[in-house]
């Protein structure tokens, strides 16, 4: 929280009246991305030591339950609680600022008004194009695999998760790159194929690609629980 108010303050350290969308987004994007898969990467921390996973796995609960309570602390509820902590404490750092502004207040018809505007969640949220939806969900799959990652391995769950994903899109792209490029072939239809999409379209397809893919991640992570409960 105190990191979140400093940070804002070094937002606005260049006096621009646009610090919400050239500092505050950047920054809350920012944050809101690497706190997300650094807090999802911690998941199941009682199946880092023997002793703790013995201890655990002697609390009456099934593995959903397990599963489910860990989903929700370390994914939903971080999605939902971040934005409104980011927002308050944000909000404050404005405030604060413009108190040490006092000469750069202008008044207009007797209504004060101070150079730094107040955090403004309408370029995040705009649910007519389907961002907020996009952006969930988005959030939900990318945090899934922090999360997959913390329930398939046991020691350094975060940077094997890192790394894993890492070689995947490396190779993904090296083979798109090898079929397109060096063996040059030319498909007309996939230059224009964005040509026939709409918008809404696009983002639908997005958010559908999601939601299958976050399925199949959180699948994979309970039934490496289960596994890990067997064992």
Known sequence: ????????????????????????????????????????????????NKEKTIMSLMMPVTPFERFLYEFLEKVIVYIILLPIVFYLFSSFAVVFRNIFEPDQMVTVNGINSFPFKPVSLSTLINTSDGFFAAFFSFSVFLFSLSFAGAATFRKYPLIKTVVFVGVVLALTAGYFVLIFEKLQLQHPWLESIGDHWSKEQGVALMVSLAVVASMITLAFAYFKLKEKEVS
């Not at 807090?39 to 009682?46: D, E, K, L």
């Open 1 to 48: 929280m105190t990191f979140i108010f400093l940070a804002s303050l070094i937002a606005m350290a260049d006096n621009s009246s646009n610090w919400n969308r050239d500092g505050w987004i950047p920054l809350f994007l920012g944050i809101y991305f690497i706190a997300g898969i650094i807090y999802a990467g911690v998941s199941f921390a009682p199946f880092r």
